[in-house]
């Protein structure tokens, strides 16, 4: 097996991963994303004690325990080129030997969950409610940097999608990934499900406009009226597909589930999205403290 070079790999004077500075046993084996920095404090005032906390640029963490039950909470930032760094760096964290610089013959899976904001694409799934993502779709192009493959079914869906958007053309080839079985059934009550959609920006790749014309004014549209059997698209944000996209080719379970904080649909803004998230965050904590993920 190959050693893994200095340039690939880079492990700080700390013996910690390059862009989160957090050493092998510093992550626990159920990882939280959040895209706010400010939100892992959110998350972890819910633990019932903490016994790391790191920081380095936008990637926060916290390790801890809600009762015997010890989980991460990490701070992606931004955005899918985000999530590139940290699954690869999570990843490697639990699957390369440090001080070898190879991969381990037994490689482990994290539970990794996204507890996000998001934009609905529903008229019924309003402000304030919660999506679980059963699918992340991308038309941020992350995964097609790496090698990975589709199934028939995923290969008819975007093909369904890219016809249906008439996104031919105009950006590069969508992907899809589904979340995990063994996490998405644990959120069901109290939780929208539906195809998520992760685009590269906020504004013009979800069809917002300020000052700029956007190439495809129809976006919205079409993503709402999308089916494919009795799937629907619920919403959009920037990281879902990467994550699951990602999880998927290295054998890590993952989730995402966001409280919807904008509608598309009907125009309207959460009053509260604080709370919302707030609330998101208080019951995923109930869910992992009395069930088994
Ligand atoms: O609230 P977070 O988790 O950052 O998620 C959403 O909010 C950001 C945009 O405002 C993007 O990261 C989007 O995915
Ligand atoms: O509309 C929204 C709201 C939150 N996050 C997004 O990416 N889009």
């Known amino acids: 097996m190959n050693r893994i070079a200095e340039s690939e790999l880079i492990i700080n004077p700390r013996g910690a991963v390059y862009h989160l500075d957090l050493r092998p046993e510093e992550i626990a084996g159920t990882v ?23 920081q ?49 013959s037994e490689l482990k899976a994290l539970n990794i969950i996204r507890i996000g904001t998001s934009g609905s694409l529903q008229a019924d799934i309003p402000v304030d409610s919660f999506v679980a993502s059963t699918h992340g779709l991308g038309i941020d192009n992350l995964l097609n940097f790496y090698r990975h493959e589709h199934n028939e079914e995923e290969n008819q869906l975007l093909h369904s999608f890219v016809t249906h958007t008439q996104m031919h053309g105009q950006i590069g080839n969508p992907y899809v990934s589904g979340a995990a079985p ?102 995923f904590i109930g869910i992992f403290a009395e069930e088994k993920l």
């Open 32 to 54: 939280i994303t959040v895209g706010d920095p400010d939100r892992v404090k959110e998350v972890s005032k819910h633990f019932d004690s903490i016994e790391v906390q790191r």
């Open 56 to 104: 380095h640029r936008e990637f926060v963490s916290h390790t801890g325990y809600v009762g015997k039950k010890r989980l991460t909470v990490l701070s992606s930032g931004i955005g899918p080129d985000n999530i590139d760094i940290v699954v690869n760096e999570l990843d490697a964290l639990v699957n390369i030997d440090f001080e070898t610089r190879l991969i381990k």
């Open 182 to 283: 063994s996490l998405l059934k644990h959120f069901v009550k109290d939780f929208h499900h539906g195809i998520t959609v992760t685009c590269p920006g906020f504004y013009g790749p979800q069809g917002r406009i300020l000052r700029l014309g956007v190439r495809n004014p129809a976006l919205i549209n079409r993503l709402t009226d999308f089916r494919f059997g009795q799937h629907r698209i619920t919403n959009f944000e920037m990281e879902t597909s990467a994550i699951y996209g990602l999880g998927r080719l290295l054998g890590h379970n993952c989730l995402a589930i966001n409280a919807i904080v904008a509608n598309r649909v009907v125009q309207e803004f959460s009053k509260d999205g604080k709370a919302a998230v707030e609330k998101l965050i208080q019951k």
